[in-house]
């Protein structure tokens, strides 16, 4: 992690990560110079990353990193902690830290490289942070009504509450003083009340208890089977893994391994190696 943090200066053009072409590209949306690329299995990528680099500061943070998702997928981006995770969703979502300094950012043909986190958001980044967010002094229906203000809008308010009966009992209380497995369900919920195209979950289980991990995990499960394309952050990696259909991991903010779940799950090497589990 310190050799990360303490990582400064230009960054190395001549380190290039690239993402394999599987047959030919099929027509659609491209960067400049650049074919899209296609996921396993000959499927256009819905969402696509390319040789990204971001930086707080002058702190080299996210050091090229490229993957794509499928329509429908979930994908588990792992890692130890310090390996780039949380920077590289926050640089996909858009956010003003880490700084995007070069690369690509691809949702459903649409470039989001350029935009900032309110334009991404627009475009259908939907990002669940770790610390949640909820607004102070606002209820639980306010704080979901609130999402709703700006076009586009995603879920009724009476379907979040369909998925979260808890927040549905808990309407008119006001949001900061839930639990956290019920402030974690709110930021979920108001997330899904915009009209979102990929999902990003940014630590989910964190601070849970065990209980209420096993609730949260369900309500992925509902979400996953509603073929929702998300990218989940999650230090409990074998949850994580369970729950994803790939496994992207990080280390020192570069990508070192890109394939299936189940292929984590059964190498007990690679897993100690990257994720000291």
Not at 37 to 57: K, N, V
Not at 202 to 224: C, F, H, N, S, W
């Amino acid at each position: 992690m310190n050799a990360l943090n303490q990582t400064e200066g230009k960054m190395d053009t001549e380190t290039q990560r690239s993402t394999q072409l599987l047959g030919d590209p099929l027509a659609g949306a491209k960067a400049p110079g650049t074919k899209p690329t296609l996921a396993a299995g000959g499927q256009p990528a819905y969402f696509s990353c390319w040789d990204i680099h971001a930086y707080y500061g002058e702190s080299y943070i996210v050091q090229g990193v490229s993957f794509d998702v499928r329509e429908g997928e979930i994908v588990a981006l792992l890692g130890r902690n310090g390996a780039g995770k949380t920077s590289t969703l926050r640089a996909i979502a858009r956010a003003d830290d880490p700084a995007l300094r070069q690369g690509e950012v691809w949702l459903d043909h649409k470039p989001l490289h350029e935009m900032k986190a309110h334009q991404a958001a627009q475009a259908g980044i939907g990002l669940v942070p770790e610390d949640r967010r909820i607004i102070q002094g606002l209820t639980v229906e306010e704080n979901l009504k609130l999402a709703q203000i700006a076009p586009p809008v995603g879920w009724s308010i009476d379907r979040i509450y369909d998925l979260f009966p808890r927040l549905g009992e808990r309407r008119n209380q006001e949001g900061t003083t839930l639990s956290g497995g019920e402030q974690q369900m709110l930021a979920l919920g108001r997330t899904l009340a915009r009209d979102v195209k990929l999902l990003l979950l940014d630590e989910p289980y964190e601070g849970l208890a065990p209980v209420i991990v096993q609730e949260i995990e369900k309500t992925l499960e509902q979400i996953k089977s509603l073929g929702m394309t998300t990218i989940i952050v999650e230090q409990n990696a074998i949850a994580a893994l369970h729950l994803a259909d790939r496994a992207i991991i990080l280390d020192m903010g570069q990508v070192v391994f890109d394939g299936t779940s189940q292929e984590v799950l059964d190498d007990a090497d690679l897993r100690q190696q990257y994720l000291a589990i």
